[in-house]
């Protein structure tokens, strides 16, 4: 997850990802699995030709309980109840038009303290619906389409905060920006670091920054 550009809107489903992928390393959907079946990787399946039976029982119990440890781990300290960090997918674009789109901004916008005003909180709905029926140029979500060499299509996309620049500079027949509620909450939200590789290099540059997490 060490990229250029914001990604604190895809976090939470990253997260959720990781805690999966490990929990799928020794359970299926009904049950764990057997000791045959414990993901520990091509070359440790090979060292093992040369270990005794009794030596594998061990390593397969002690490998279930590593995997039971990384996952307590994962669960006590990964934000997987943040409702604020959930509900951050909304920035996505391919959240525009999901029905329920405007009450998680809404969300979003009142959990940020002292941000927007109760009048500011009201707007969201009108801006959302608003920005929901937009017509958006495909051009500012998906930066490139191709084919692999086995004839696989691929869609590279735009980072988000190029898409939310283009969005937000849209304005009235009045000139007046079209969405200034909606742009406050964005901007707030895509100053959040998502790694530490972010975090380092934003203290670099100033080390007066003070980073909020929401928990």
Known sequence: FQKEGPLV?????????????????????????????????????????????SDRVTLFHDVKLIYHAIVDNLKKHLPLKNTFLKDLHVLDSASRTKPDSADTMIRVGRAIPKLLSDAEIDRIRHEFMMYAAETIDQSWYIKNKYHDSDGNNHTEYQQIDYYWNKTLSLTTSFGLPKYPTLSEIVKNILIISHGNSDVERDFSINEHIVVIIFY
């Not at 959907?29 to 040369?50: F, M, S, W, Y």
Request: net charge negative.
């Open 9 to 53: 809107h895809l976090l939470y489903d990253e997260l959720c990802d990781l805690y999966r992928t490990v929990l799928l390393y020794f359970l299926s959907p009904e049950k764990q699995l057997t000791t045959k079946k414990l993901q520990i990787g091509e070359e440790a399946h090979r060292l093992l030709v040369d270990v005794s039976a």
